[in-house]
């Protein structure tokens, strides 16, 4: 048997960062460009061990805004690239995440929070880049945001992440928290052959009548890479279908945007994921995710000990926003309850779609998420 | 004289994007020029080749030339074209900027690159003065010239650029200007048959803004400075390598052998792979 | 006189120096005059013409006095200028 293996089959004890970097393994990344920071440095460290072993490139960049720059011209060499961070490298992405939405480059970015604003708690957890993650470039674009709330999860969810970038052909990002991302559970790799893999779609004409951001019917344009003789041009700049700059043409700027937007937005269906739990009868209803989750899960088992009737709506993608499923929950509960380690992020967006429920915010900031008694009182209170 | 002959290099040029959008005499068009013709002489597998540009006017250099090429926000460029030359080594990988995006903003990605000397082209435009928003003062313009921004005087030390990438590590460092047509083409091409991380600084003529503001009012006059000023120095100190009023430094200042970073990542990748297969028996 | 400029070249029949084929693509000039200028044989002037760009482009004065050094080609930032050499029918 050979002593490399890329897929590591098997049930292990590890931790959240190491489950994430194997899960990108698994997902096919062969190149991942860093800088370390606290707490995603592990992911780093990590894949500086494997990706030579598997002939993939680990590269230190001098700092994120290059590590972020460096993933989409793999992605655009033709390799699945990665890069891992926390708050602080996060916000230095900012202007290469617009770009790689704007050229359409498929790649995860990994932002396991800790503590912020700025330097903050590097040590500690925190729900508090949600909204950066949608709204952190400049400009107008649907992006796509998953998050885990287990070991198991950094591994399936970063698979899930480099399947949907290249499906649609955009930056998806990861948003662990310290907590997911450093404890140790147990995971379960499977078979290779048993992981669903999904690579970007490529031109099938050749390259003289290739026209590089031509969308098909699901608004996704088949991806061409360096190299294979189509000589094409991409430009962070407002540009045509043919990919040339079109900066004074209002026309086009209106339908690229609208595109780039509309390209998350329509296939969302496709897109988000969620958990419900006891949802079918629920009169009070917990939308969490992340590490708040678990608590949140604990929580709404000892209100039914109680006789009340709760549920809980875990949402695994935070973008696109799962509407629909808040929706049809607030519809049915007397009230929501939303537990975030931050002071009021997607709390904002269930409101908005829960119309006339009520929504109960519970806001938590520092070294431990809520605890579930917390967040049993809110139900409690709530029913 | 006959005009029905389209211009020899124009299969290296995107005919519908041309022409391009550079003033009259401006620099860039005849850093282009002596690109593509070092293509020419080269013969290069234009398949094999992916322009990088950052944000200025030397920018737009990606969208005219006819081989992959990619335009990257404003200082990215090196960081960019690493992940490029690292993921598919194959590639001749060209970065084609501008002094306010390679050393200003872009400074900290240039010393890091020359550093780990991947094997990353850059040829730099250097005009003095950030052109494409309408002439300010930069990381290489001169003591005391007027800009935009320094309407007094400049009271910044510029960098020298050819210094600043000796210092760094760069495996071939050169300066001409936008007269020495030939040389620079002939530094162009001998940087795309090299290995590891290559710098050629062309001087520039920027004449509506920078040489406007600073008494060359064409492009003609700021030819004229370079030819009365520059003498070729090669392999002389880079570090008094200077641009002045008086002398302009030109010639190839550094030229030697060094492992690229991507062959010392190919030859660590075999080493570790036969270790394995060692210990599996 | 020194022998060397009194006699021509010994093989002056069989040695042709070259001619140029003086390519203008008028429309493209932006009348930064760098071929005018630099031209070691002037061989071009400013024309009285008016092109598309408004600009005066060059105009041929003699082309039989072109070398084909080729500096126009190299210089000409806007691609307008190209010298092709043209097969060459007499001694020089």
């Not at chain 1, 004890?13 to 860093?34: H, L, W, Y």
């Not at chain 2, 306010?100 to 020359?114: Q, S």
Request: charged share 20%; glycine share 8%.
């Amino acid at each position: 048997m050979p002593k490399i293996r890329s897929v590591l089959t098997g049930a292990h004890f590890m931790n959240g960062d190491v489950a994430c970097a194997e899960g990108a393994i698994a997902a096919g990344c062969r190149f991942f460009a860093g800088y370390p920071i606290t707490p995603a440095t592990e992911i780093a460290e990590h894949l500086s061990q494997r990706m030579p072993e598997l002939g993939g490139i680990y590269v230190q960049m001098e700092d994120e805004i290059a590590s972020m720059a460096a993933i989409i011209g793999a992605s655009y060499s033709g390799l699945k690239a990665m890069t891992a961070t926390s708050g602080p490298g996060f916000s230095l992405m900012q202007e290469n995440i617009g770009l790689a939405v704007m050229t359409e480059a498929p790649c995860v970015v990994v932002d396991v929070m800790r503590g912020g604003p700025s330097t903050g708690q590097p040590t500690m957890p925190g729900q508090q880049d949600v909204m950066q993650a949608k709204w952190g470039s400049h400009g107008d674009y649907g992006i796509i945001a998953l998050t885990p709330s287990s070991v198991q999860e950094m591994f399936d969810l970063t698979v899930e992440a480099f399947n949907l970038s290249e499906a649609y052909r955009v930056p998806a990002l990861l948003m662990g928290d310290e907590i997911v991302a450093h404890m140790w559970e147990k995971v379960v790799i499977p078979p290779a052959d048993k992981i669903k893999i999904v690579n970007r779609k490529k031109p099938n004409v050749p390259p003289e009548n290739y026209v590089p951001f031509m969308p098909d019917d699901d608004l996704v344009p088949p991806m061409a890479c360096f190299g294979e003789g189509y000589h094409f041009h991409a430009t962070g700049l407002t540009h045509d279908e043919h990919g040339y700059p079109q900066t004074s043409s209002s026309e086009v700027q209106s339908r690229l945007v609208r595109r780039l937007c509309e390209k998350i937005q329509r296939n969302s269906d496709k897109i988000v994921k969620v958990e419900e739990v006891m949802l079918k009868d629920a009169d009070v209803v917990v939308v969490a995710y992340g590490i708040v989750a678990r608590a949140a899960l604990s929580a709404i088992r000892r209100a039914r000990d109680k006789g009340i009737k709760a549920g809980l709506l875990r949402l695994i993608t935070l973008w696109p926003f799962p509407e629909k499923n808040v929706v049809r929950v607030a519809e049915q509960v007397k009230a929501i309850v939303v537990p975030e380690m931050n002071c009021g992020q997607l709390v904002r967006e269930v409101e908005r779609a829960a119309r006339e429920t009520p929504v109960v915010f519970l806001s938590k900031l520092g070294e431990e998420p809520h605890t579930p008694m917390e967040i049993f009182e809110a139900i409690r209170r709530s029913s | 004289m006959v005009q029905e002959m389209a211009h020899p290099f124009s299969k290296y040029l995107r005919a519908e994007v041309m022409p391009h959008i550079w003033c009259s005499g401006c620099g860039n068009g005849v850093v282009l020029n002596c690109f593509v013709h070092a293509l020419d002489e080269l013969q290069m597998d234009l398949d094999k080749l992916v322009v990088v540009s950052g944000i200025g006017c030397i920018g737009r250099t990606a969208g005219y030339t006819n081989t992959d090429s990619f335009h990257t926000t404003h200082g990215r460029a090196l960081a960019f074209a690493t992940g490029v030359k690292l993921a598919n080594p194959e590639l001749e990988v060209v970065v084609i900027s501008g002094d306010g995006d390679l050393f200003a903003i872009g400074g900290n990605h240039f010393i890091h690159a020359a550093r780990r000397n991947v094997g990353i082209k850059v040829l730099c435009a250097n005009n003095l003065n950030y052109g494409m928003t309408g002439g300010q003062q930069g990381p290489t313009t001169p003591l005391e010239s007027i800009t935009t921004t320094s309407p007094y005087g400049s009271i910044e030390h510029p960098f020298n650029l050819v210094h600043l990438a000796a210092a760094s590590g760069a495996t071939y460092v050169a300066r001409w200007t936008a007269l020495h047509v030939r040389r620079l083409t002939q530094s162009i091409k001998k940087m795309l048959q090299k290995e590891g991380f290559c710098f050629v600084e062309v001087l520039s003529p920027c004449p509506e803004i920078f040489g406007r503001y600073n008494k060359m009012r064409s492009g003609l006059e700021m030819m004229a400075w370079f030819k009365r000023a520059s003498v070729v120095e090669s392999f002389s100190d880079p570090s008094k390598a200077e641009i002045t009023a008086e002398k302009i430094a030109v010639g190839e200042f550094v030229d030697m052998e060094k492992l690229s970073y991507e062959k010392m990542l190919h030859e660590k990748i075999s080493k570790i792979n036969e270790k394995a297969m060692e210990e599996v028996g | 006189m020194p022998e060397r400029i009194r006699h021509a070249p010994l093989d002056k029949e069989k040695v042709k120096s070259a001619r140029g084929e003086i390519h203008l693509l008028k429309d493209e000039c932006k009348g930064c005059g760098y071929c005018i200028e630099f031209c070691p044989k002037k061989v071009l002037e400013e024309s009285d013409e008016i092109n598309a760009r408004g600009v005066h482009p060059p105009k041929i004065v003699d082309e039989s006095k072109c070398i084909v050094c080729g500096f126009c080609t190299a210089v000409c930032p806007d691609f307008a200028i190209f010298v092709v050499e043209k097969p060459n029918k007499g001694g020089s």
